[in-house]
């Protein structure tokens, strides 16, 4: 598993937003907490080059992030291909 990791936010007019990360926790099952936790805010909350970045929800469209992790909640849909 790299322990390296991306994100792209994806926000509500156009603009992107890409943030690269190490592995936040090597247990698999912290893992799907912590994403369990973060979809149910209503902020993103980032710590990035000694700033910390508070992002609404509402203005994000959509997130992408790599790898995905190998545990994943319960209602993930799996091995989609993505398109526009």
Same mark, same amino acid.
């Given at each position: 598993m790299t !322990?390296? @990791?991306e994100m792209t936010?994806?926000?509500m007019d156009g603009s992107k937003m890409k943030l690269d990360f190490p592995? $936040?926790?090597e247990n698999e /099952?912290? $893992?799907v907490l912590k994403l369990k936790e973060a979809l149910a805010g209503r902020h993103i909350l980032v710590e !990035?080059?000694?700033a910390l970045l508070?992002?609404?929800y509402e203005n994000i469209k959509y997130i $992408?992030?790599?790898? !995905?992790p190998a545990?994943?909640?319960? /209602?993930?849909? @799996? !091995?989609a291909s993505f398109s526009s």
């Open positions: !322990a390296k @990791r936010i994806h926000y592995l $936040q926790t /099952n912290a $893992q !990035a080059d000694g508070i992002i609404p $992408q992030a790599y790898p !995905a545990k994943l909640p319960e /209602n993930v849909i @799996r !091995a």
